[in-house]
């Protein structure tokens, strides 16, 4: 088991940049695939980024890639979002998620989700 805490979310102007944090509890949080998604008011929760178990490989949603880059700290059991050249389209929930095997698109595969932290993006 695993449970997730988001950190780092709040106000950013259009073109900002924000980090997000989640910190994982957990014996084993290395057996984790980790990966972020994201849900704005009136839309379905979609996929951002996907970070493998050992770090070395991740994955972008098209909206997202060049922009946004996905990092873990395995020894510290943290995963992080660096977002940069915000955009308001970019604003809403950011969720944190973990699964045994790996993340994919499909929100109802995801083992475990954090409480979310909330992304505003002003114009």
């Known amino acids: 088991q695993v449970q997730l805490v988001e950190s780092g979310g709040g106000l950013v102007q259009a073109g900002g940049s924000l980090r997000l944090s989640c910190a994982a509890s957990?014996?084993?949080?290395?057996?984790?695939?980790m990966g972020w998604f994201r849900q704005a008011p009136g839309k379905e929760r979609e996929f951002v980024a996907a970070?493998?178990?050992?770090?070395?490989?991740?994955y972008y949603a098209d909206s997202v890639k060049g922009r946004f880059t996905i990092s873990r700290d395995n020894a510290e059991k943290q995963v992080y979002l660096q977002m940069n050249s915000l955009k308001p389209e970019d604003a809403g929930g950011y969720y944190c998620?973990?699964?045994?095997?790996?993340?994919?698109?499909?929100?109802?595969?995801?083992?475990?989700w954090g409480q979310g932290t909330q992304v505003t993006v002003s114009s």
């Open positions: 970070i493998s178990k050992s770090g070395g490989s991740t």
């Open positions: 998620a973990a699964d045994a095997v790996y993340i994919t698109t499909r929100v109802s595969s995801i083992d475990y």
């Open positions: 957990g014996r084993t949080f290395s057996s984790y695939a």
